[in-house]
């Protein structure tokens, strides 16, 4: 009996780091885990899977940003446009940043899936398309 244990202790660590995944946020419950306030619009919504499996969501993309974040985590923004119905890895996404974008706590900051998804929008306020490197 006492042989199968470490195997069983094994197999249980491996199949919760398979799990690490975005877990749902639920609009108008949700609470920030930066600032604390109602996690209410979808398009600026966010979310931190540490390396623990552990959720953190966020009402903006700034709130984020501004969270302490361990090595490992997976960093998910949602696509501004409706467009894609999975969250988006920020390594995958495309970003623009302009003052007028009033996103809950004035990150001002809208992710997009791709370059053609926030082609029209750039092209219309004159703006660069920025990565998550690159962010301010």
Known sequence: MKMYLPALALFL??????????????????????CKMTIMDKRYAAEIVNTKGRAFKFDDIACL??????PG???????????????????????????SFGSPMAGNLRAFAGEAAAKALQDSL???LITWEQLP
């Open 13 to 34: 660590f491996f199949a919760s780091a398979c799990g690490r995944q975005f877990e749902p946020i639920h609009y108008g419950k949700d609470a920030c885990a930066h």
């Open 73 to 99: 985590s997976m960093r998910f923004v949602n696509d501004f446009t409706g467009q894609s119905a999975e969250p988006l890895l920020v390594e995958n996404a495309v970003f623009l940043h302009h003052e």
């Open 126 to 128: 004159g703006l660069h």
């Open 65 to 70: 940003r501004a969270f302490e974040q361990e």
